[in-house]
């Protein structure tokens, strides 16, 4: 497969197309996006499943990288040949970011999936400056919320309210400086693929933005004793895009949305390259879904100028085929893929392999 250039997986429904987009997913990602829990995904009288391949460092050195998950939930990661204690350290060498059936949720579901769209950002571009106040953050959080919960005294609550400020307030900071980097990134391919440039990210932080947060985590006192929680944080931020001060969500076809989050991954990769000189990996599962003639062209090209390795499965290949004939100097291989069993079916010249890169 090519470390860098489009690598188009075609196949009937239900040959294996998505399923080897999840093993790449789950080597960056220790988990699916598809199966909630790991023994959903181990073979009937199996106990567990095991998943190797190889990444390629930017000097070109090629080194082993495997995930092994049992039934009963243990998880063993190797890479380099060294066993690693967690997967944050894997995911650290792996950016993956996969657009499928389900990403319009983005839009249409709880913040939560967009706040970790932006704390993905963060983790990459920041690393251990966030990680550790994204941890310390939700550590503390947890016991101010436990103290509310069980009602205990004023001066417990106000010693893990300075720890929540605190962390809150770095973790706010970082997504407000994120969100500041990535919104000209996002314009230009938005107007790319939209062609609209009146973009703009809306961050609500998690409280009413005229107040700092200090003056409201120490006024919510009563309010947060009689719920039980805390109401006001970083936990609660959220964002909204709007294209001419209207939100998308309100007038977005099913497909200007999935090019829009496909701009909105793309630009998070332009900015990782740019800032911490890793390159990403895309995941499009049936990338012609929902998307005409023209618009797939437009992405494709789009996908085509990234120093990035693309995986897109199709069920018709001749869909893919005709974008690809307009951009003929495009690297491009293309697999189909028949009862789990892959098979390169037309094949250029390798290009050489950067950090993060997969190959078979």
Known sequence: MHAKGLNIICGNNGSGKTSLLEAIYYLGAGKSFRAAVAKQLIRHQTDKFSIFSQLITETERLFPIGIEREKQGRLRIRMDNQELTGIMELASSLPIRLIHAQSHTLFESGPVFRRKYLDWGLFYLFNENFL???RHFGRSLRQRNSILRNKRSLNELKTWTAEVLKYGSILDQLRREYIEQLTPVMCEVTHLLLNSTNIKIDYQPGWDSNQDFATVLNGDEQEAYHLGYTPYGPH????????????????????QQKLLICAMMVAQGMILEKCANKSLIYLIDDLPS???????RKLISLLSRQNAQVFITSIDSKTISECMSHYPGVLTKVFHVEQGEIKEVISESNLAGSHGCITT
């Not at 609660?236 to 497909?255: C, E, N, P, Q, Y």
């Not at 929902?290 to 797939?296: A, C, G, T, V, W």
């Open 132 to 134: 550790g106040n994204w």
């Open 236 to 255: 609660r931020a959220d964002f909204d895009i709007t294209m001419d001060a209207i939100s998308v969500k309100h007038f977005l076809s099913r497909g």
């Open 290 to 296: 929902e998307l005409d003639e023209h618009s797939r």
